[in-house]
């Protein structure tokens, strides 16, 4: 058979492939465009992308190298209502409630995107190892994601913050400690499903080294579920950071984070008796805020797990 | 012989993202009792369509819009048969016809059969649906015995307290009190004497249909069975009531030719101990030849044809038939296969008129204006098609 | 059977063995001092630190300390927790009783209400019913669950002045249960106000509940809700459903007997992953409510830098974890018969 005479005619076939997957995104797209779940969950995600783009223009940082520090209006501790000067209110120690939330959005992104975007690589690289060599690789990755997947992720993330010491880097670290497995066992199982497909013994039949294959054949297949599950991820991860940050494990006192800021809000829960809701806005405010982003990304999620899901996609 | 159901003008629609598809346009035809008709077509041409729509088992996106099923549905009370729309009428009533005046069998036997439950169960079901009087009366039978064998004064006593039971069953199976009583946690144990008359039932049924060991196979589950015997214990299903009507959807498809053969004569010879009529659908001409006395050719929704079957396979009158009868492989003939130029239509957007002109190689200038109508071309022998028509129109001028 | 069981208590322990592993390596992310203060009930003791270090053997190689910790932990010494002052494993089981009191309601609440309302979406796909109990089911997957019961707090506590308060119980309760009229059998206050049969208490600790079984079932019950429609969506789908509406089965009858029983399939599996799961969450509310239970003591274990106790956490919910998997797989085995145990 004939073998790839250049690198051009590798890039060339590559790109053969890629054709009909483009027309195939396009369909996506359009059914993306259709559902009006997955455009509230679109609307939703560039607004906050927008909010944290133009985070330096929203809320104009004090101290111009600590921007994630959140200014303070004195020393007081009981928090003030949303008036002309701070739209949001303050929070506890007269934080401002505005400019964390605008940038806690920023916040928020940073540890989605390195959680996510580290255990992508980290999950893929040793899923496609333990899938495509199996054996003895196979095993011991695998028992390796069971011991992690058998811990729930807020415990482990605990015990390693706790470990590695109270900071918001640590917290990013310790999720990506205790995030890859999910990723590492789905790329494995599409590759165990599909090494088995008729056409990667044919593609090793006509000489196609392991590493094509899995680039070729394997990876593109498992992209639509991996985008999936991404997607759905980006939203717990935050959820989980926040927590931690709540907790007080994460973010330092006065850092611009949305768990951070509701961590305040535990001691003014009930205000004085003729006003027990005064102070609403410490807690109310960010909880939104992050509410709508994860809601945001959760919707889109489903929208891709119904709209590429091949059962679904032509009805 | 007498009609049994007789289907009128029957228009399916399903309402899908592309569009309308028109899966059948004004169906006509009827089944006698005790004869076994064929129904032939091509994948896609509305034949199991026609099957669920008798039923009424159409779901949405589907919809029958217009038609007549009338069934000449035996009275209890007396002995007279009336005719009845089986679409007018409630869903209560379908239910009740369901399984037990007209039963359907499937082609995929292993989907048609739950995987969670044993042949007993699903068996029995029929039986506790329709036959709770008559499984009641066996259980009275065998309360009366157990009655006379005598014992202490508390099992007579639990005794009789089924005994009330039963007979309150037999003369209202649906009483609300009964089904009060099947929630209370020990009360509810007097139905295990009914299941067990169902079971001993299921039993009977496997053995007459030729099923070894019944006793065991009832006690095993549908992934435990060979295709052959998966079929057989839906033909159980459908059968346990007696049905006067066999729906018989494509159910050897499937199967080995062998053991097509045995679920063939089993269903032949069920019709002879049973006395039931069999609708059987298939796009094997071969199966129609062996077993049918007469046949209904579908194309697209459109009934085509309508004769006995040797005057269907002797004289051909449709050019649909005739392409179906000349595109069958003949052993020792050398020519080379004659089929039907052209593809299937789409039912979204069908062809006007008759739905086969697009194809036809006799095709006039009428054929795509209206569809033709069945007329009586010979004895028996009905054809949709305006060759035909010229010709009795001739013959009556 | 038992063989089976047999099977999978080894790898019980093969995954505890790794589970252990893990821990350790956690600990050894720790430095020697930081360790050796785990030892220190009194500050004066902070001069014997090399000492301490040497009998603890904490500065040898890697193989030799997990050696004697393991030793240790066999021998159900798991260190002092600073945040709760007495031993780990008497700690553990301090807290468990009130932990179980809230999975007590919460984990049947969660597993019917999700069954209940998948089923129902799926009968009714497409009608509103379904797409208000999705969107519901969407909005309680994406509820920071801190903020959640904070909220309701706020709401039901601060707003209705005290109708629906944190903590495990009131005051007065509080005396009662600890004074030497009230006998403990579990330790669980429900139970054990049940047992002694004093309604009152009863009802104050069904009050002090609300909050928090809720906070944890609204965001757990949105997974198990999804899941169920799905599998039913798909159950409903099949040909036996068409069969037993051919034999003229009722559509309650066919909905509740063949559709749901396969549909129940794969959400068994899900909740087994949903108990050992709802560690998370425990750890979340009961800091929120301040009901002391072992998610309060770990939450604070994990500030105050108490190793032992997080270690504790770690492995109690492996522990947890294994043995609900294997439950699950026996009733999985159960329920579907075309399931062998091999």
Redesign the interface.
């Known amino acids: 058979m004939r073998e790839p005479k250049s690198k051009y005619q590798f890039w060339n076939e590559l790109g053969k492939s890629v054709k009909p997957r483009v027309k195939e995104l396009k369909f996506s797209l359009h059914r993306i465009t259709r559902s009006p779940l997955s455009l509230v969950g679109l609307a939703l995600i560039l607004i906050f992308a927008m909010i944290a783009m133009l985070a330096p223009q929203l809320a104009p940082p004090k101290r111009l190298h600590e921007p994630y520090h959140i200014p303070r209006d004195g020393y007081a501790a009981a928090p003030q209502p949303p008036s002309a000067e701070h739209v949001f209110g303050t929070t506890e120690g007269q934080y401002d409630v505005y400019y964390g939330v605008i940038w806690g959005t920023r916040t928020a992104f940073r540890i989605g995107f390195m959680v996510v975007g580290a255990t992508i690589l980290i999950g893929l690289f040793l899923g496609s190892l333990a899938g495509y060599y199996g054996g003895l690789v196979d095993e011991i990755i695998m ?2 994601v ?3 997947m ?7 993330a ?7 010491g ?1 900071s918001l880097d640590n917290v990013v670290k310790a999720l990506i400690i205790v995030g890859w497995p999910i990723y590492a066992r789905l790329i494995r199982g599409e590759i165990l499903q599909v090494r088995e497909e008729d056409y990667v013994s044919a593609a090793r039949a006509v000489g196609c080294s392991n590493a094509l294959i899995i680039l070729k054949h394997i990876l593109p297949n498992s992209v639509y579920p991996m985008l999936i599950l991404a997607s759905l991820d980006i ?1 717990a991860v935050v ?1 989980v950071a ?2 931690l940050s ?4 994460g973010a330092p006192v006065g850092y611009a984070d949305w ?1 951070q800021m ?1 961590s305040f ?2 001691n003014w ?3 004085p008796p003729q006003n ?2 005064a102070y ?1 806005h410490t ?2 405010i ?2 939104l805020f ?2 709508f982003f ?2 945001g990304w ?2 889109l999620g ?1 929208a891709f797990r119904d709209i590429l899901d091949p059962r679904l996609r032509r009805r | 012989m007498p009609k049994l159901i007789e289907i009128k003008d029957l228009k399916t629609n399903f309402y899908t993202y592309e569009g309308i598809v028109h899966a059948l346009d004004g169906i006509n035809f009827s089944i006698r009792e005790g004869e076994i008709l064929g129904l032939v077509g091509e994948t896609g041409c509305g034949k199991s369509v026609t099957a669920l729509s008798i ?1 009424r ?1 159409i779901r949405p996106p589907g919809k029958i819009e217009a038609g007549e099923v009338v069934l000449r549905l035996q009275d209890e009370s007396s002995e007279s048969k009336h005719p009845i729309n089986l679409l007018d009428q409630t869903e209560l009533l ?7 005046e007209i ?2 069998i ?1 082609q ?1 036997a292993s ?8 042949v007993n169960d699903q068996v029995s ?2 039986f506790l ?2 036959r709770q009087k008559e499984l009641c009366q066996g259980v009275l039978k065998e309360i009366e015995q157990d009655l006379r064998k005598g014992s202490s004064f508390f099992r007579r006593s639990i005794l009789n307290m089924e005994r009330s039971i039963y007979l309150r069953m037999r003369g209202n199976p649906s009483s609300f009190l009964l089904a009060i009583l099947t929630f209370l946690p020990i009360v509810r144990s007097y139905k295990r004497r009914m299941v067990n008359q169902a079971r001993t039932e299921s039993i009977k049924l496997l053995r007459m249909l030729g099923i070894p060991h019944p006793e065991e196979v009832v006690r095993r ?1 549908p ?1 435990e069975l060979s295709g052959g015997m998966q079929q057989r214990v ?1 033909i159980a ?2 059968l346990a009531c007696s049905p006067t009507l066999l729906i018989a959807d494509e159910p050897t498809s499937n199967l080995d030719v062998t053991i097509q053969a045995q679920i063939l004569d089993l269903v032949r010879g069920l019709r002879e101990k049973l006395k039931t009529s069999i609708l059987f659908i298939t796009h094997d001409l071969g199966v129609v030849a062996e077993m049918c006395e007469r046949a209904v050719v579908m194309y697209a929704g459109h009934i085509v044809e309508v004769a006995p079957v040797d005057s269907l396979f002797r004289k051909p009158l449709h050019p649909y038939t005739q392409g179906l009868l000349e595109a069958v492989p003949r052993p020792g003939c050398k020519e080379r296969l004659r089929s039907i130029k052209g593809n299937v239509p789409n039912l979204i957007s069908p062809p006007s008129g008759c739905r086969f002109h697009p194809r036809c190689s006799f095709v006039m200038t009428k054929c795509s204006k209206r569809k033709p109508a069945l007329k009586e071309i010979e004895k028996s022998h009905f054809v949709a098609c305006y060759i035909h028509h010229q010709e009795t129109e001739k013959n009556d001028t | 059977m038992k063989t089976y069981i047999i099977r999978r208590l080894l790898l019980l322990f ?2 505890l063995f ?2 252990s ?3 350790f390596a ?2 050894s ?2 430095s020697p001092e930081q360790r050796a203060s785990v030892f220190i009930t009194d500050v004066k003791q902070l001069r014997d630190l090399q000492e301490i270090i040497q009998t603890h053997h904490l500065d040898a190689p890697i193989h030799v300390q997990y050696y004697y910790w393991v030793k240790a932990l066999l021998r159900g010494d798991l260190g002092w927790s600073i945040t709760a002052q007495r031993p780990v494993l008497k700690a553990l089981f301090y807290f468990l009783p009130n932990t179980i009191e809230l999975a007590l309601f919460s984990a049947p609440l969660i597993i019917v209400i999700g069954i209940w309302l998948g089923s129902v979406s799926a009968v009714h796909q497409n009608r509103l019913i379904d797409h208000t109990t999705r969107t519901l089911a ?2 309680g ?7 959640f019961g ?2 309701l ?2 709401i039901f ?3 209705f ?1 005290g109708l629906l308060p944190p903590e495990a119980l009131s005051t007065k309760a509080n005396l009662y249960v600890q004074s030497a009229e009230f006998v403990r059998y579990t330790r669980i206050n429900t139970i054990d106000a049940l047992l002694n049969w004093k309604f009152w208490i009863l009802l104050d600790a069904l009050r002090h509940l609300v909050l928090p079984v809720i906070t944890l079932t609204v965001v757990q019950c949105a997974l198990v809700m999804r899941i169920m429609r799905s599998s039913m969506l798909e159950a409903l789908g ?3 459903i ?9 559509e309650a009858t066919v909905v509740k007997r ?1 559709a749901r ?2 549909a129940l ?1 794969p959400v068994v599996t899900v909740s087994g992953w949903l108990i ?2 709802l ?2 969450g425990v ?2 509310t009961e ?2 409510f301040s009901r002391k239970g072992l998610g309060w003591w ?2 604070r ?3 105050q ?1 108490d ?1 032992p106790a ?2 504790c ?2 492995l109690f ?2 522990i947890l ?2 043995v609900t998997n294997l439950v699950v797989d026996l009733l999985y085995a159960y ?4 399931v062998t145990l091999k």
């Open positions: 028992r390796l069971d011991i992690f058998s811990i729930p992720t807020l415990i482990l605990m015990a390693i913050v706790t470990a590695l109270h939203g959820l926040a927590a709540f907790l007080g494990l768990g509701v809000a535990r829960i009930v205000g027990p809701l609403w807690i109310t960010p909880g992050m509410l994860v809601l959760n919707l489903d | 039923l088992l379908m239910q009740k016809v369901r399984g037990n039963s359907m499937f995929e989907e048609a059969l739950n995987p969670v439950y044993s079901e029929s649906l329709h589950y992934h839906v299903m459908a | 093969v995954v790794g589970v592993i893990l821990v956690i600990l992310l720790f969407i909005i997957w994406s509820l920071p669950t801190f903020w904070l909220m707090l706020m506590y601060g707003y002045r099949r040909g036996y068409t069969t037993a509406r051919a034999k003229g089965a009722s063949h029983r396969n399939i050992a799961g560690a998370g750890v979340i800091t929120i770990w939450a274990a994990a500030v830098l190793i997080i270690l956490a770690v919910n492996a974890f294994v329920i579907d018969p075309r």
